[in-house]
């Protein structure tokens, strides 16, 4: 069992990646602990009671400096009078004990968490902790309203813009029969992994190791398809992965298909945002209204995107009137696309293209957005 009482602990000091620390004297508790931290590849500090403070003027002890503290419910009383800092969990093995809530508020935990049922999670979060987890990517998934509505092409547009503004940026291509987004993007042949690579993944994903692993193409990377046999991604993988490049952090922009499955399910759950792009004409925006009627479901945050020309009587507003959705803005015609995709050349390529311009506003927008949710 785990509960929540506030959350997100605190960076390592200077960006540093460094272990928990543990604080108990019970012997299997602590056995349990070590175990975990070694899944995690953790390297933990461990005491019986708060450690002392070093002589050194300025320099901070492990209580306050370390990214995550792990207090055993027999040392909650020793650490009463710790200075209050986040990143506390609170570790116990009795589901019965009422009382592990006001030992809880006493040492200022940000979680209480019992033994063997939040071992997973407990994992996890050491895991962050091990390596460096900070602020998690802007998650962004695109979705064409109808067929051929050009959703692949935003998405690698939003990713390339991404890129060249200078954040981490990595595109996930979540359509298997899409053809790959390393085709659109001129890089079938470039080394790295694909999504079968994953398939069998089970249990948590390292974000460092993921982002190693795949192709790196206009200074982002992706993960795409191969044009092997078809395989199926579980939908357990698929959560693991996103989860592991959200962790990583920058941008992750995803290409989504119209069929929602579980493992797409599994994606729209992590998004921050999603786009409907949906061409300026009333069969598209029937077709769309069906689209967000089934992604709304998952999704909170969708949005329309309003691709011209506009059939007569529509406009962008107008559009996301019909489908009772917020408007993210108007991609306009961009005369010479299709010839720049032909030459190899990557949607949202050419900085002072309309593209361009759209996803450019687009994560100006979005990271005012993230800083004042923060």
């Known amino acids: 069992m785990t509960t929540t009482i506030v959350h997100d602990p605190p960076p390592a000091a200077g960006g540093r990646q460094s272990g928990p620390l543990i604080v108990t004297e019970d012997t299997e508790l602590l056995d349990d602990l070590l175990r975990l931290c070694a899944a995690a590849g953790a390297t933990p500090e461990v005491h019986h009671s708060v450690p002392a403070v070093p002589a050194a003027p300025g320099q901070r002890g492990s209580w306050e400096a370390a990214p995550l503290v792990l207090v055993g419910d027999d040392a909650a009383r020793r650490v009463r009078g710790a200075v209050r800092r986040r990143g506390v969990v609170l570790v116990g093995r009795d589901q019965d004990d009422s009382g592990v809530w006001q030992r809880a508020v006493e040492i200022g935990a940000d979680h209480v968490l019992m033994l063997p049922d939040g071992e997973q999670w407990?994992?996890?979060?050491?895991?962050?902790?091990?390596?460096?987890?900070?602020?998690?990517?802007?998650?962004?998934?695109?979705i064409g309203g109808r067929g051929g509505a050009g959703?692949?092409?935003?998405a690698c547009a939003l990713a390339v813009t991404s890129a060249r503004e200078g954040m981490r940026s990595l595109l996930v291509d979540a359509d298997p029969l899409g053809g790959g987004l390393d085709v659109l993007l001129?890089?079938?042949?470039?080394?790295?992994?694909?999504?079968?690579?994953?398939?069998?993944?089970?249990?948590?994903?390292?974000?460092?190791?993921?982002e190693e692993s795949l192709p790196e193409l206009h200074s982002l990377r992706v993960l795409s398809w191969d044009r092997g046999d078809r395989v199926t991604v579980p939908a357990q993988a698929v959560r693991a992965v996103l989860a592991a490049a959200r962790r990583r952090g920058g941008t992750v922009v995803v290409d989504l298909p119209r069929r929602i499955d579980d493992g797409v399910a599994e994606v729209l759950a992590q998004l921050d945002v999603g786009l409907l792009l949906v061409p300026a004409e009333l069969r598209a925006v029937a077709a769309a209204d069906r689209v967000a009627a089934a992604v709304g479901m998952v999704l909170r945050d969708l949005r329309v995107v309003v691709r011209g020309p506009y059939a007569s009587g529509l406009d962008d507003r107008e559009v996301a009137r019909l489908l009772g959705l917020p408007l993210?803005?108007?991609?306009p015609v961009e005369s010479g696309l299709l010839r720049a995709t032909e030459s190899r050349?990557?949607?949202?390529?050419?900085?002072?293209?309309?593209?361009?311009?759209f996803c450019r506003e687009f994560w100006e927008r979005a990271l005012v957005e993230k800083d004042g949710a923060a």
Do not use: H
């Open 186 to 210: 001129g890089g079938e042949t470039a080394e790295g992994l694909r999504w079968p690579a994953f398939a069998a993944s089970r249990g948590r994903v390292g974000s460092g190791a993921l």
């Open 345 to 357: 050349r990557p949607p949202g390529a050419s900085a002072r293209g309309p593209l361009a311009r």
């Open 151 to 154: 959703a692949s092409t935003l």
């Open 328 to 331: 993210a803005g108007e991609v």
């Open 122 to 142: 407990l994992v996890d979060r050491i895991a962050d902790v091990a390596e460096g987890v900070g602020r998690p990517a802007i998650t962004v998934g695109v």
